[in-house]
């Protein structure tokens, strides 16, 4: 127990490195594997694996750019209310922790949690910071979807190892805010591909979820190559099928 405590502590120390690092790690299977470096020019370099939007383009793989001055400057400012150490906490086995070092210090909290006082803020910021940047990929996967359509698209210019044997694909019919139907299927995709530029895979879809609101979809257990490992990937997203949505 003294050994979790010390754990949580948050502790800033003094030390060389980037300006601003984000890890994301652990929790239940597939573990999340979030890694986002910032550097003192603003560059940046993120790795994501687990992608869940209520909407929009779902996106895994690496990414990297230069943050806006603006945003650089948010950056370099975000900690700057930070006070005292974190409160020790008894955290379950499958919660993911996130790591944050900013100018050599260190908190390390249970992810999506709002951190001791005078972080709160800056922890929103942060995340949010990781959602917006996998709009500039290096090499990504993509979810793309309509209403009988799901496939994998490439986005960037570099190319990305990925294993599709495992995969799969859920959708889930919704009416409101109720589940109203399901489905799945094996995707049974290449054991070994390189996506690149201009690649497409397309997904098993007959689903035959006529009508609802809206329609979530997740495709699970990809495995991508981030360079050192085979990391287990999920993108999820969700469109409208109700009138707006041009549904049935």
């Known amino acids: 127990m003294a050994t979790l405590a010390k754990g949580l502590a948050s502790r800033f120390r003094r030390s060389r490195g980037p300006l601003l690092s984000y890890r994301r790690r652990g929790g239940l299977p597939p573990p999340d594997n979030e890694i986002l470096t910032v550097e003192e020019s603003g ?30 400057s948010r950056v370099r400012t975000a900690f700057d209310g930070w006070k005292g150490d974190a409160a020790h906490e008894r955290v379950p086995p499958d919660t993911p922790m996130e790591t944050i070092r900013f100018r050599g210090g260190e908190l390390r909290i249970p992810a999506g949690t709002p951190g001791p006082p005078g972080v709160g803020a800056a922890l929103v910021h942060v995340r949010a910071l990781v959602d917006s940047l996998t709009a500039h990929p290096e090499a990504a996967i993509e979810l793309a979807l309509d209403k009988g359509d799901a496939r994998l698209l490439h986005a960037g210019t570099g190319v990305l190892r990925c294993d599709l044997s495992r995969a799969s694909i859920r959708a889930v019919r919704w009416d409101g805010d109720a589940i109203d139907g399901s489905w799945s299927a094996r995707v049974e995709g290449p054991r070994s591909v390189d996506p690149g530029p201009g690649w497409s895979y397309a997904l098993p879809f007959a689903h035959g979820l006529a009508g609802g609101t809206a329609m979530s979809v997740a495709v699970e257990d990809i495995l991508a190559f981030d360079g050192d490992f085979w990391v287990a990937c999920v993108l999820e997203s969700r469109i409208a099928t109700g009138p707006s949505g041009g549904g049935d």
């Open 43 to 72: 560059a940046f370099r993120l790795w994501r694996s687990i992608v869940r939007l209520d909407g929009g383009t779902a996106r895994i793989g690496r990414f990297a750019g230069k943050l806006a001055p603006d945003e650089l």
